[in-house]
């Protein structure tokens, strides 16, 4: 049997959950401490999951003082953190290809794979939020064409610079003093449209060469950017037609520039939210929805482009009304995740958010039954795997790993050691040389 | 007794001394490697360092392939993993404000703050290596009062930043849902000449609430930066006359800033070259010199800003050429102490080499050598602690810190235990409210 199903665990905030920092008596504040990000490492290694994934948010909206910014710390240097703990879990940080400049990105990322041993991988994102571009200067957020194209050439400048120490360029030799080759160090000299970097970079060739790429963009530009560059992709997507068809459309998308569709893995985001009876599940999901007040009612509405006095929540969802707003620039897949789960099951708004976890699948059950929608999403080829989102951390990490991993390996498509020294070999990809 | 001298260990490369990679048997590669730093960080904790202080290099230059480069890892990267497995030595990072965006590192120095509980400090740089600006677009590096111009208006951002969170304004009362105070957390509405920033940062505030700021500038508007903003400044000073004036110069400044001088400390560079007895220590120079061919009198050429040609081993420094070349751009601070040290005292090049180390104040002695050195430098008022530039890492600093700290604790200078929780405390300043 072919082990090849792959988990990772995305960290957010006190957990995905809106409600999750009123839930238990754990301290509301931990997502600033490093212990609480040590135990959430901790976890993921005894449950042999392949990364940990931490999304990123850069700016305050009026919503963060209801709950922990999501995306609070900066995630690079919380992995760095983790990288001196862990052993064999992989680190993925998001970072902004609009707000960074690629040689600092691809020298932090290049020495967290160094620190890690080859454990980093990089989410690339072009930023959505509009919030985030008042920080950044007194421009207005690019376009989402105009954030790809530059996006485009930022990875292309990034990838360079990790390859521009070639593989045996480190001598050593200590006798005759010969440090490096550097006939086989090379400037990069990229000159393009966004971008003017000489290169070399400060640092030698990274264990995994090129740090794993992360990418979740859903429109076109991001589709074309993902099947062009990303090992792994993801995605929300909460049916398994839709999730069947945006993988099949982004190895088709690959092979155009002639890539082995194995080498791209597309990861749907799941959120469980777990019981030992479905009963308790339901039971905690609704004690997480009345401690979030109307928050996922009103980040619902924020992602479909309404207000949120156009949700009633024992109404369809009026998606004339979000088809009507044309000056929509938050995240394309979230919103059609959303639109297409409500018109393929005539959903109305409540169940919904039952549903859909901020746009992803989410399964309210037992750890059966998240685990037979894992198996069940897998075989039917519309996953390689999941970033599974964490309704309560570390809790419900604690769990999955408990509960629902065991039940994976049992059925023989999670793997029970781990063979590989790098992240790029335990996702099953291509090592680059 | 007072015992307010503060140590830090200067953490480049394997080690300050350019034959550092070549000495001893061990890896030359190790620069890169987690468990490296980690042994460092271990050192500084049992000799009760105050401060690990990584220095930074933005590019690969030629001699970059003759050993590693001395900056060549991400700083604040490298000391967030660190921040794992260290609990009480400070860890400062250098970062460019030329190469950076105000938002982005505030947001990371604040994480590494929380990460380290209180320990984080940043070293301001306005970046003076002309290579560096290849790697940051198509314009040469910006002169520098240009430089100092960004830097000023950088830093208030940052600062302002780091303040956007009210003490007090976390609540996180589960029972009513109240996370964060909102009327405690301000945007910063920053517009200036160089940056537009609406803050409020994402992180609430951290530990320090200002990590502590570390500054090295000698120029004009380097020393008026300093002045304004530094809690410590790190200089080059190879002389205890010009050790004092700095340090005199740096305090009077201040108190045109209306702070107290008290709360600004002043830490030349030492580098210490042990052995047990003096000759053994010269012998320890003279094996580094040989291992690195003739590597230092290159970095001198370079840092005084004459060709090599220029320099004969026996003859006095070529004072008038130096002051004949009008399109320096590397740092002043280099330049003067070297000039300073070979006319006050008629040094040849040979001898300036052997008692400047790359500009810093440089020690070939026994532990009590070194000792009385720093004591002196001390008691003179020319020095409130140092900046110990280590000749081979960790070997050196393994010997500094179990030869040299027991010898300046007996004399009643040096702690002999952690008083503080944070690097700010430890390090006597006021705590930012």
Known sequence: MNRDLILNAT??????????????????FAYTDIGYYQEIGRLAEKGLLHALFLADTLAVSEENFERPNLGAMDPATVLAALAATTSHVGLVATASTTYNEPYNLARRFASLDHLSRGRAGWN??????????????SEALPRGDARYDRAEEFVDVVRSLWGSWEPGSLVGNKTTGTFADSSRVHAIDHHGSHFDVRGPLTL????????VLFQAGSSG?????AARVADVVFTARNTLEA????????????????????????LPGIVPILGGTEAEARRRKDDLDRLSGNAELRKLALRVGVRV?????????????IEANKSFRASEGFRSAAVNLATSERLTVREILYRNGGGHLQVVGTPEQVA???????????????????????DGLSELVSEVVPLLQKRGIFRTEIAGETLRENLGLGVYE
Chains 1, 2 share one sequence.
């Open 11 to 28: 960290v957010m905030g006190l957990g995905m959950h809106l409600g999750a920092w009123r839930y238990g008596d754990a301290d509301p």
């Open 309 to 321: 006095e156009q949700l009633e929540l024992d109404a369809p969802l009026p998606v004339e009304l």
């Open 124 to 137: 690339i994102v072009t930023t959505f939020v509009p919030d985030v571009a008042a920080n950044f200067g």
């Open 204 to 211: 030698p060739r990274s264990p995994q060469g090129w740090p």
């Open 372 to 394: 037979d929608t894992i198996a069940h999403w897998h075989e039917a080829g519309a996953a390689d795997g999941f970033n599974i989102m964490i309704d309560v951390l570390p």
């Open 221 to 225: 530009p991001g589709r074309e950017l």
């Open 243 to 266: 999730a069947k068809t945006f993988r099949d459309d982004i190895k088709t998308r690959a092979q155009t520039y002639r890539r082995d569709p194995h080498s791209i893995k597309i």
